[in-house]
């Protein structure tokens, strides 16, 4: 049930009929793993705390940077050198304490994200390395917890959804190599409005989905142009040899 403060705080949010109440008491009820707390998972974190997810865990092994802060909404100047994953615990706390945050400031890998997403109704990846968007897929189709994804890069940006039983396949399909593509933030830039319209729509999708309504983009990749300001979605279609799902399927089948 919803507490007094709870009705006033969402009260915007309880007028929708597709929140209401009901959806409300399952944002209360949900937990998600928001992996990486940098230009993604600041708007992503800060959207779901004010939505009223009920358990955050916040995952992050970095220490703020200077040049982070030009896209990273989530923290201030006076926060450099300190720990991403605790900074944004104690800002979302701020936001809204009716959420219960839990952080891990150890780099995410195969090791230990089963033991995490076993805990948890769905993942939102806001990483910035292949090593740990591989790891994550997998873990997410090994337990049948629901996946968003997001990316960006200079003006362009990528989301994903991804859903059990992912018939339509997973990451891996789409991107089956593990090296670091060339062309990333570190080495072509980003503009922060790019992962801040990224990382929102991240965020729209887990609130929708926690909320009991289904994705409209569950099995599509859409890529957003930022200079044309122009949409396309794509299909994303199972690879029947794919090392992650097409082993999953295999087994499940």
Not at 33 to 58: E, F, K, N, R
């Amino acid at each position: 049930m919803l507490n007094d403060n709870e009705f006033l705080r969402y009260s915007r949010q309880l007028l929708l009929e597709d929140i209401g109440p009901e959806g409300q008491v399952r944002l209360k009820q949900s937990s998600v793993l928001v992996v990486g707390l940098g230009g993604l998972g600041s708007p992503v974190s800060l959207y779901l705390a004010a939505a009223g997810v009920g358990t955050m865990i916040l995952a992050d092994d970095d220490r703020l940077h200077l040049t982070n802060l030009q896209r990273q909404i989530l923290f201030r100047t006076s926060d450099i050198k300190r720990a991403k994953a605790e900074l944004a615990k104690e800002q979302l706390q701020a936001l809204n304490p009716e959420v219960n945050y839990i952080i891990q400031e150890q780099r995410l890998t195969p090791d230990n994200l089963a033991g995490i997403i076993k805990q948890v109704d769905l993942v939102l990846d806001c990483s910035d390395n292949m090593a740990t968007r591989h790891a994550v897929n997998a873990a997410c189709i090994e337990h049948q917890t629901p996946l968003v994804s997001g990316s960006a890069v200079s003006f362009s940006g990528q989301l994903l959804v991804l859903t059990p039983p992912f018939d339509q396949g997973c990451y891996a399909c789409l991107y089956p190599q593990h090296e670091e593509p060339a062309r990333n933030c570190r080495t072509a830039g980003v503009l922060g409005p790019m992962v801040g319209a990224i990382g929102s729509l991240q965020a729209l999708e887990a609130i929708k989905m926690l909320a009991g309504s289904a994705s409209a983009l569950d099995g599509k990749l859409q890529l957003f142009d930022g200079k044309k300001h122009a949409w396309t979605s794509l299909q994303l279609r199972r690879d029947p040899d794919c090392a992650i799902c097409g082993a999953h399927h295999a087994n499940h089948g």
